[in-house]
């Protein structure tokens, strides 16, 4: 068997992999096998019976993909998050129309029509990311797309609010795998220095979606109905299942190597042959263990932790606006339902200035720290943007707040929407390619289900405290207390630029 491609190496468990003189990008995936005793076996170079790749240009392996073919399966998986989010907003100025239909009077039940969606966000990773780990990346692909145009397509022939509350929690879940699995699916097919911009194209979804959705929803529900959102998204969904289905391949190393052993075994009728990446675990032992990595890396790792917090709470903060601008500039300043939607603007220019900033410079800033070009690549160096232009999302709310307070013209308001889109995805989108980076491919997807687990539960339900909050304080000081709060988080960057390394080293997480 040959040796294992040259990979860049990832920042955990750096001590074991420069053990190894490996320079993997996998982590827990790069480890030698288990024995059935649970110890370590050899290397494959001294054990013939272990199924590794064919040498560093293995055509199989997906670092070896063309970049056409790595490039279209980044692209599925970002149309699907981007389908995922529109469908979080999409429906939210259509929620009131379905409030007179269900004759609903609560208006907590009305909000919960959009936020246990994203709550679903939150509960479909604790079990899908680990499904992927185990079964991999493509069947998890295949099973949460006929769920969610299952599920969508109840939420459009509803004939009840218990029955569309049921579907929309449970599309949510199936929503959630592409978004918690889907950075596993980047650090599979792209090494450290290429991931800037793979991510900044993933991060669309869950960044636009949700800014992008109510513009549609609102002209979509005023002219054809709240039902039609659905269809729309029905329509859309079933375009990415047929695509998905019929060009995805898999991506996880580890169930690649295990179709190769398999192969091999049937080919050469040697049963003993086991894949390299493979542990000599029971598929429910694997499946226990692999549930609880996202726990353990919350509860074990500060920079999960932290990091997890300060994107959860600008992306609630987000849902936050969002679902408050209608009300806003239909009340302040006289919007109608469909031009009001186009409030969303702001945020969404922003947002897009941001990731086509983004998406230029992470790559380039890579490992360019103190003037030397050629310093190997830090996690750390993905802080970089975040260190210097997050702090400028308070500043944002400052501006949106008092000016919408003061009924200042509708534009100076949105320029502040602007200045907070624009700061948030410099948060967002480095926070999470710094936990892809910190924990590498086979770990990708648990760190961004720990931090779906974090985040997703901000979005939910951030914006039910908006009305109490804004009826109490005002749009001025309702606002001021949300910049207040991001502001208390801005060291984190700092913290971790200067000492995640040590951090890493030090809270090493056995996963």
């Known amino acids: 068997m040959s040796t294992t491609p040259q990979m860049p190496q990832s920042g955990f468990q750096n001590d074991q992999l420069e053990a190894c003189n490996r320079e993997d990008v996998g982590i827990e995936a790069q480890e030698k096998p288990l024995s059935s005793t649970g110890t370590m076996v050899d290397e494959p170079q001294s054990n013939p019976n272990v199924v590794d790749w064919d040498g560093p240009n293995d055509p199989e392996h997906p670092l070896n993909w063309s970049k056409a073919q790595k490039n279209l399966h980044l692209a599925i998986v970002s149309l699907f998050t981007l389908a995922a989010n529109l469908a979080a907003t999409m429906f939210a100025p259509g929620a009131a129309e379905l409030a007179d239909e269900f004759n609903i009077t609560n208006s907590t039940v009305t909000a919960m029509t959009v936020s246990l969606y994203v709550l679903g966000f939150a509960l479909g990773p604790l079990l899908l990311a680990p499904l992927s780990e185990l079964y991999g990346r ?280 602007f200045i907070v889109g624009f700061g948030s995805l410099f948060v967002v989108i480095p926070g999470q390619i710094y936990l892809v980076d910190s924990f590498g491919a086979e770990a990708a997807a648990s760190a961004l289900a720990a931090n779906m687990l974090i985040r997703s539960p901000f979005g939910a339900f951030l914006d039910l405290t908006a009305e109490p909050l804004y009826s109490t304080l005002g749009l001025g000081w309702g606002n001021s207390v949300l910049g207040f709060i991001c502001l208390a988080f801005t060291p984190v960057p700092w913290i971790f630029y200067t000492y995640g390394e040590r951090l890493r080293t030090h809270f090493q997480v056995d996963l």
């Not at 793979?198 to 513009?215: H, K, N, Q, S």
């Not at 049963?271 to 675990?281: F, G, I, M, P, Q």
């Not at 009001?340 to 992470?362: D, E, H, N, Q």
């Not at 993905?382 to 702090?391: E, I, Y």
């Open 138 to 417: 493509l069947i998890v692909y295949y099973f949460c797309n006929l769920v969610y145009i299952a599920f969508t397509f109840g939420c459009a022939f509803s004939t009840n609010v218990a029955m569309f509350l049921v579907f929309r929690i449970i599309a949510g879940c199936a929503a959630s795998g592409p978004m918690s699995i889907g950075g596993g699916t980047v650090a599979d097919l792209f090494v450290q220095e290429e991931r800037g911009k793979a991510m900044a194209l993933f991060t669309v979804g869950p960044l636009l979606g949700p800014v992008v959705g109510p513009i549609i929803g609102g002209f979509v529900s005023e002219n054809v109905g709240w039902r039609w959102t659905f269809r729309i998204l029905l329509i859309l969904s079933g375009i990415i299942a047929i695509v998905t289905f019929a060009l995805m391949k898999e991506t996880n190393y580890t169930v690649i190597l295990q179709k190769k052993a398999l192969r091999m075994r049937k080919q050469t009728g040697n049963e003993k042959l086991v894949a390299k990446l493979s542990r000599d675990e029971t598929p429910g032992q694997m499946l226990a263990r692999a549930i609880v990595r996202p726990l353990k890396l919350l509860i074990f790792s500060p920079i999960v932790l932290l990091v997890s917090l300060y994107t959860g709470i600008l992306f609630g903060l987000i849902f936050l606006l969002f679902t408050t601008f209608p009300s806003v500039f239909q009340d302040v300043y006289g919007f109608n339902p469909g031009v009001a939607g186009l409030a969303y603007l702001g945020l969404g220019i922003g947002m897009s200035l941001g990731l086509l900033m983004f998406s230029v410079l992470s790559d380039k800033l890579l490992g360019r720290k103190k003037g030397n070009e050629h310093a190997a690549p830090r996690p750390e160096d993905r802080l970089l943007l975040m260190k210097w232009l997050g702090p400028i999302t308070p500043l944002g709310l400052f501006i949106y707040g008092w000016t919408a307070e003061n009924g200042v013209h509708w534009i100076v308001p949105i320029i502040g929407t």
